[in-house]
């Protein structure tokens, strides 16, 4: 596994290159695919663009994305010199913290901008005016999850950057609180290399509960969609325990473990405490399984989006 993350390291930028630059250039790097993909969307699906480009426009012009910017960042900053008294493991309780604070803001933009964006538009009888040009619905409502996913991916993106800048300063910093060697370049690649693909799989996290959130948000207002998304989020962690906890119980409480297993989205298996709490390198096939039942879950939920959308009456 050391080899491993060693030829990681070498190949992620150049040999040469610190790691500092080097995540800069990362977070860069993934702000311009951003942009590169809009393009290309724009080129082969224009309304859909149109509608994702609107609905992007609104998420950044509300002030909840830069006060969780805001907040993202001095947070970040802070978990750097709070002592967590772990006897050495510092730096594990800062990728866990990180991460975790990282998702749950994506996942709070995510949530309200699909319940701004969507809800409210219906109840305001304004996405009447737009269904009325030539713009179907199924056009407005992948316009409106690629819409809300722009600002989230960005603001994961920046706060992400500064969080692997933290991750390469704490481990410089401890070095030198407890008076040991100071770590090389290749040591805290390899630091950030273990924590990139923590960072993709909570992002597939955010993009599933995004979807759910699209879906809820033809039906229903604001608040009932927050609410509902936020008890899909601890019902999808504990997915494991509920089938576990009905085994061997009654056939209607096996049953209803089963079905909950079934419909709710398998959220903890986008978590990577326990790689981080060994220092392991989360494999790729488990990244690519990952990504796939991400895309998945988010096409069934775009699926019913548009079931619950098709029949709604508008005016």
Known sequence: MNSVLQMLSKAWFWERLPPSIG????????????????????????????????????????????????????????FTVIPYNTFGEDIKMLKDSGLTLIMLLSIGLAVWTASVSIAEELEGRTALTLLSKPIGRRQFVFGKFLGVLIPAFAMFVLLSTLFLETVDYKVAYDAREGS?????????????????????????????????????????????????????YVLGHLTPLIVQSSIGQFKLVTFVGRLLATVLPMLDAFKSDAAIASDRLIPLEYLGNACIYSLLYCTIAMLVALLMFEDRDLA
Not at 28 to 33: F, I, K, P, R, Y
Not at 36 to 57: D, H, M, S
């Open 23 to 78: 995540v800069l250039i990362l977070g860069a790097v993934a702000l311009l695919a951003l942009w590169l993909a809009y393009l290309l969307l724009g080129l082969v699906f224009p309304k859909v663009a149109a509608i994702a480009r609107t609905t992007a426009k609104e998420a950044f012009a509300q002030p909840l994305f830069w006060v969780e910017l805001s907040a993202g960042s001095a947070l970040l900053l802070l």
């Open 180 to 232: 040991t060697p100071a770590p090389t370049d290749l040591q805290l690649k390899i630091e950030i290399a273990i924590t990139l693909p923590a960072l993709a799989l909570a992002f597939l996290e955010t993009a599933v509960l995004a979807s759910i959130a699209i879906a809820i948000s033809t039906r229903w207002p604001m608040l009932p969609n927050l609410m509902t998304c936020f008890a899909i």
